[in-house]
């Protein structure tokens, strides 16, 4: 079955860390990616996106994240972390239709 | 700009009961997806109406319906309700179909007792 998914439940980093969250998906031809972030008590949104051209995207907050086509990844990243990044994350493809993973918690340590 | 907007916020039902939840997008975006959101299952995918026709459909009971007014507005019916339909209901919405970015709205928080 199609799917995508997100390789860490929880990850726990001390403010400055450098932080790496996992995204595989399983479908193929020509997809959109889509991280999305929900602080708590907040909506959802969105991150940062990848429809086409450059691999590597910039978002909001200093968020990147790397489409590598031959591996069906989409793994976001962040040089230095903040407090203020302690949040859900959540990895979605595109197709026919949108698909998420299950979210990695994020708790940034002080 | 108005953002999207769900209602209500907050409902508690009892099991066998029908529950109807209502999403209003944004101004200008035709394309309302609902999503069922529970710990450690993510969001999983009901289904996508574009121009009041139902687009996509992901791979829950029939007990789940949806509908999408001429205002774009739209609605999502559980009927029957089971104790494992307790859950953070979220709408979004976009400018035309889901290739677009989906702008979420808070989510309505459905709990069967």
């Known amino acids: 079955a199609q799917s995508v998914s997100q390789h860490n439940h929880h990850v726990i980093l001390s403010e400055a860390a450098s932080l790496e969250l996992g995204c595989n998906y399983s479908?193929?031809?020509?997809?959109?990616l889509f991280w999305y972030v929900q602080y708590p008590g907040q909506h959802l949104q969105l991150l940062l996106k990848?429809?086409?051209?450059?691999?590597l995207v910039k978002g909001i907050k200093g968020f990147e994240a790397e489409f590598i086509k031959s591996k069906f990844s989409f793994n976001l990243r962040k040089p230095s972390v903040q407090w203020s990044d302690t949040a859900e994350y959540f990895c979605a493809v595109n197709r026919n239709d949108m698909r998420f993973g299950a979210g990695t918690r994020l708790t940034v340590k002080p | 700009k108005a953002g999207v907007t769900q209602t209500p916020r907050y409902l508690i039902k009892t099991r066998g009961q029908q529950v109807t939840l209502s999403c209003s997008p944004i101004?200008?975006?035709?394309?309302v997806s609902w999503y069922q959101q529970t710990p450690g299952q993510g969001l999983q995918f009901l289904f996508e109406?574009?121009?009041?026709?139902?687009?996509n459909k992901g791979n829950f009971p029939g007990r789940f319906s949806g509908r999408q007014f001429s205002n774009s507005r739209s609605e999502m019916n559980v009927s029957t309700l089971e104790l494992g339909d307790s859950a953070l209901y979220l709408c979004a919405s976009s400018l035309a179909v889901t290739h677009n970015e989906q702008f979420f709205g808070p989510g309505t928080r459905l709990t069967v007792l």
């Open positions: 101004s200008g975006h035709r394309s």
């Open positions: 479908y193929g031809g020509t997809v959109n």
């Open positions: 990848y429809f086409s051209g450059d691999p």
């Open positions: 109406y574009f121009s009041e026709t139902q687009r």
